[in-house]
């Protein structure tokens, strides 16, 4: 894999940490029940999403 296609590669996953960040933070306290998470570790939810 060549620079340019791996910086590309690191953006799009940085871009979908952070959206997905968002949205578990942005979860109301009775939707984040309801799927069983608590938005304050939307940090490593969405880290381990992209990263595992």
Do not use: C
């Not at 791996?6 to 799927?35: F, K, N, P, V």
Request: net charge positive.
């Amino acid at each position: 894999m060549n620079l340019i296609t791996r910086l590309r590669s690191m953006a799009a996953e940085q871009a979908t940490y952070r959206r997905l960040r968002a949205e578990i933070a942005g979860l109301s306290h009775a939707e984040a029940l309801d799927l069983g998470i608590f938005p304050g570790d939307a940090d490593r939810i969405a880290r381990q999403a992209v990263w595992g």
